[in-house]
């Protein structure tokens, strides 16, 4: 009996230890698994505090009509710090997060570059932690000077200087990187090479802007954008496309510059951008097979351009003569003739198709040709997700008749209601008092910005939710650029944006942009968090995404209703963000109550210190 019992007390504690150490190893597997690394304590998968608060959910599972904003009672709960992520995530960009991609195990095939497409994390591996700036980072230099130099420490990545040396992309200088304005196929210089376009289409005095009917270029395979930072000293903005590939930080280096662009890929799915978006769709040796699935990317840039616009490409196929660029020339010559293209003109490495100007020849073409034009029931507009199709899209009955799109030139087109309106049931006038209002708008904000912000201090800019564009038409005259964003879900009002001669996205403020950190001077949201408590998403998960993707010093303008501002006001320490405005705005006609601003200033913080830097 006594040695039993002996025996069952010796026997206890190894149990116990055996259990506890079970339970360490599953702790370790889940931090690990969600976070890639060991050991990380400043940084959190999860959103822990926002499902404390009934924050987080998509479907809305309890059933609760309450706001996720609360009352605006100063006594509601408050966050009173937010972690800092590893250092290795200085560069995060959670939708396009390679390492998601192998954690959550996703069978995506590399030849379609379906791992170049947008993964998000679901809910519960959301990051919960403010992403830190790389040592030593600086205020970015000021547009125009950035176009051609930026700080190394900002983006220290200088591969692509040595690998593209002979191309004249990059040259390491210092503490600095500089631009000569150079690519693949325009060694000397992206300026010469867009002159040289302008004189192949005979444009009046070479200007690529052709008397303002040529204002909006889709570059795809962009490099690090010279082609779209050179376009914009002839009135010409292009919206610069590249993926995070092999290629790293090419987009990053872009918007470091002050060059509008964007992180995608012509994959599976179409490019988010409406029908009828673009003048020009410029490539060069862009590294992509035009010929794949029945040539599914070169219709996808066909759904984008508009009547008479052009696709300039600059590559071997287009002028080698050994026998594999032959071929491809060959059935890429080919293809282009079935989808209705014309050679505008061939010279030297370049060669520009132009588009057909209405419907007729697509008429012509023999019963069974491939492409075959898209069904009545296609959505040339529809964007978000939706797969890319191998058809041609025709033009509605009303620009097949005129001939075109019916676009004022450059700059008239800014404020001209365009016809695409009527898609919409908009009226010309509701469109010119939108312009108004808006106008109206911006000029008090910059009253309020003036005495906290120099003059050249803001180049990016987002217009969270953009609805026409007017917000970015009000800024015409001033050294800036917008991204205008429209909700996926809503009025598809982004082609009015593109028909202004403005550029701009489809998203879902539910899930991260695709850009890198620190990549914006100014974030406009109006009634963005408004829109957010309607579909249940996360509030604090947007007010991490917005920091993540504003610079340091940067500014954020809120309008939104008083509970919204109160409810971010509460935030505003844990983000290491400052008030610098908080206003009551002019009567909406738009909101169901009174709006207020709120203009709020990012610190620059030093995460290996826990302090403050200065902005000045």
Known sequence: MTGRNDSGHSKRPVVLCCVLIVCLCLLFLYFSGSSGQVGTTALEYGTKFSRSLGWGSDDGEDGSEESIFGTGDADDVKPKSFPVCDDRHSELIPCLDRNLIYQMRLKLDLNLMEHYERHCPPPERHFNCLIPPPHGYKVPIKWPKSRDVVWKANIPHTHL??????????????????????????HHGADKYISNIANMLNFKDNNINNEGMLRTVLD???????????LLSSNVIA?????NDVHQNQIQFALERGIPAYLGVLGTKRLPYPSRSFELAHCSRCRIDWLQRDGILLLELDRLLRPGGYFAYSSPEAYAQDEEDLRIWKEMSALVERMCWKIAEKRNQTVIWVKPLNNDCYKRRAHGTKPPLCKSGDDPDSVWGVPMEACITPYPEQMHRDGGTGLAPWPARLTTPPPRLADLYVTADTFEKDTEMWQQR??????????????DAIRNIMDMKANFGSFAAALKEKDVWVMNVVPHDGPSTLKIIYDRGLIGSNHDWCEAFSTYPRTYDLLHAWAVFSDLDKRGCSAEDLLL??????RPTGFVIVRDKSTIIEFIKKYLHALHWEAKTVVDAEPSPESEENEMILIIRKKLWLPEAGSHVSST
């Open 161 to 186: 200087a040595k690998e593209k040396s002979d191309q004249n992309w990059m040259v390491e200088a210092g503490e600095k990187i500089k631009f000569p304005g150079g690519g693949t196929h325009f």
């Open 220 to 230: 795809v395979g962009c490099g690090v954008a010279s082609f779209g930072g050179y």
């Open 239 to 243: 919206m610069s496309l590249a993926p």
């Open 442 to 455: 911006v000029e008090n904000y910059w009253s309020l910005l003036g005495p906290k912000v120099k003059p």
């Open 545 to 550: 995404e917005m920091d993540r993707i504003l």
